[in-house]
């Protein structure tokens, strides 16, 4: 009984490697458990993740900016305060003003006296 069989002789030794290499390339780019598409999925997951935590940053500034301001600021307190909530000085009108809605209806009609 031969040891390699009729095939593998008529590939001859650099057909063999050459299969050879073809297999650890493919094993390379698709096989394994860091395969080439497995890193570059995780260089793209990576950026994501690198660009969110910049945009939390920028809020967390932000909102350390806005806190340091109101923990200061008198003006800032009092603008707040007028804007969602309404509050007036003594001897000031508000007005508020709202934008119609579709189960408003039409106006009504003027009064012929």
Do not use: N
């Amino acid at each position: 009984m031969p040891l390699f069989p009729e095939r593998v002789r008529r590939l001859g030794f650099r057909g063999v490697l050459v299969l050879a290499w073809v297999a650890a390339g493919y094993y390379l780019l698709f096989g394994g458990v860091y395969s080439v598409l497995d890193m570059r999925g995780l260089e793209r997951e990576h950026a994501s993740s690198l660009e969110r935590a910049d945009s939390l940053i920028r809020l967390t500034d932000s909102l350390v900016l806005r806190g340091d301001s109101l923990e200061t600021d008198s003006a800032s307190i009092e603008r707040i305060a007028r804007e969602k909530h309404g509050l007036v000085r003594e001897g000031e009108e508000l007005y508020r003003f709202r934008e119609p809605s579709d189960t408003d209806g039409p106006p009504p009609a003027p009064v012929d006296e």
